[in-house]
């Protein structure tokens, strides 16, 4: 069952404990958009909603720590304050999403869609991002601590602060620089060696 993150529920009036039907009416999409009520509340009462549309849904404060979402359309969404620790989002599209002061560690975004996307205060140590397209992301103020980025497309992003320490940026492509350090690993360098 998806809950509001703890801080949320000491500054909401009582009115916001009433459950999820209330939060369900509070979900609002972008402008021209139509949210699709039965994939949002698939999601708040099982944690699960692979393939989904959800494109504009207003998630913010959720704690979403677990919930599948495998190849969702989450384009547009909010996720302001929202958790996706552990979170399984690989082959989302997340075009335009708004991810801003969210925690998503241990996070599953591989092969996901992030073109136009704002990861803004977002802490995503640990996180896997294979073969991610980051298109063009703006990133400010962002941990990517430890984070698997093997293959990401992070050519034109804007970059403004990010945290990449221990990021494993084997084949990513960034016109920031060459990210082919260390592809290699150690036995296979000891075995040329060998050889040589």
Do not use: K
Not at 47 to 63: E, F, M, T, V
Not at 154 to 183: E, K, P, T
């Amino acid at each position: 069952m998806i809950r509001c993150r703890d801080r949320l529920s000491r500054v909401q009036p009582r009115w916001w404990t009433g459950g999820l039907a209330i939060l369900g009416g509070l979900v609002t999409a972008a402008p021209g958009a139509a949210l699709d009520a039965e994939a949002f509340n698939q999601l708040l009462q099982t944690g699960s909603c692979p393939r989904c549309d959800l494109s504009g849904a207003d998630l913010r404060r959720l704690d979403l720590s677990s919930v599948n979402l495998e190849q969702a359309n989450l384009s547009g969404v909010n996720f302001h304050q929202a958790i996706l620790d552990d979170a399984d989002l690989s082959g989302a599209d997340l075009r335009g999403a708004y991810l801003s002061d969210l925690s998503a560690i241990n996070v599953n975004l591989n092969s996901a869609q992030l073109d136009q996307a704002m990861l803004i205060s977002a802490d995503f140590t640990d996180a896997s991002f294979y073969l991610t397209n980051f298109g063009n992301a703006f990133i400010e103020d962002t941990q990517f601590v430890n984070a698997l980025l093997i293959g990401a497309d992070l050519s034109d992003i804007v970059l403004v602060d990010g945290n990449f320490a221990g990021a494993i940026m084997c084949g990513a492509d960034m016109h920031y620089g060459d990210y082919r350090y260390g592809c290699v690993s150690e036995s296979v360098d000891a075995e040329e060696s060998a050889v040589d």
